[in-house]
């Protein structure tokens, strides 16, 4: 491969990504990256900030920013660990547990499932999973 064929895929990658990630937003209403943190928080029940961050590898102003916007819309409660100042515990709030607990059953949610579904074949969709974790895996 050459360095303009490389350019051009991860140029692909990122319209693809762009595209998929407001479509997403535009179904469920919501950011991906906030819903994976309230699907997180939802198999993992309250953790602190910091570990958050870890697991799903997010850096800190962006966990931050994140977990900001969620508060603000009431989905989870930060609180300031008190054995530990500096930790701050994320717990769900009960309208996002339910929010979470809704995926795939409302409508707009179905839209995005299904068209993904007619788009792709199951083997595909493995495919797709199987290349992009090897190239999250990827280093130089």
Same mark, same amino acid.
């Given at each position: 491969?050459?360095?303009?064929?490389?350019i051009?895929l991860?140029? /692909?990658?990122?319209? &693809?990504? *762009? @595209?998929?990630?407001?479509?997403?937003? +535009?179904?469920?209403?919501?950011?991906l990256?906030?819903?994976?943190?309230?699907l997180?928080?939802?198999?993992?029940?309250?953790?602190?900030?910091t570990?958050?961050?870890r697991?799903?590898?997010?850096?800190?102003s &962006?966990?931050?920013?994140?977990l %900001?916007g *969620?508060?603000? $819309? +009431?989905?989870?409660?930060r609180? /300031?660990? !008190?054995?530990?100042?500096?930790?701050?515990v994320?717990e769900l709030?009960q309208? &996002? $547990?339910?929010?979470?607990?809704?995926c795939?059953?409302?409508p707009?949610? %179905?839209? *995005?499932?299904?068209?993904? @579904?007619?788009?792709?074949? !199951?083997?595909?969709? %493995?495919?797709?999973?199987?290349?992009?974790?090897?190239?999250?895996?990827l280093? *130089?």
């Amino acid at each position: 491969m050459e360095i303009e064929q490389l350019i051009n895929l991860l140029y /692909r990658l990122k319209m &693809a990504d *762009l @595209n998929m990630t407001e479509i997403f937003k +535009g179904q469920t209403n919501i950011n991906l990256t906030r819903y994976v943190l309230l699907l997180f928080l939802h198999r993992h029940g309250k953790m602190t900030q910091t570990d958050i961050q870890r697991e799903l590898q997010i850096n800190g102003s &962006a966990i931050s920013r994140h977990l %900001k916007g *969620l508060e603000n $819309k +009431g989905y989870v409660t930060r609180i /300031r660990n !008190p054995e530990n100042n500096r930790e701050v515990v994320v717990e769900l709030t009960q309208m &996002a $547990k339910e929010t979470v607990g809704n995926c795939g059953r409302e409508p707009g949610n %179905k839209v *995005l499932v299904d068209k993904f @579904n007619d788009s792709f074949s !199951p083997e595909e969709i %493995k495919q797709l999973s199987e290349l992009l974790s090897k190239l999250t895996k990827l280093e *130089l």
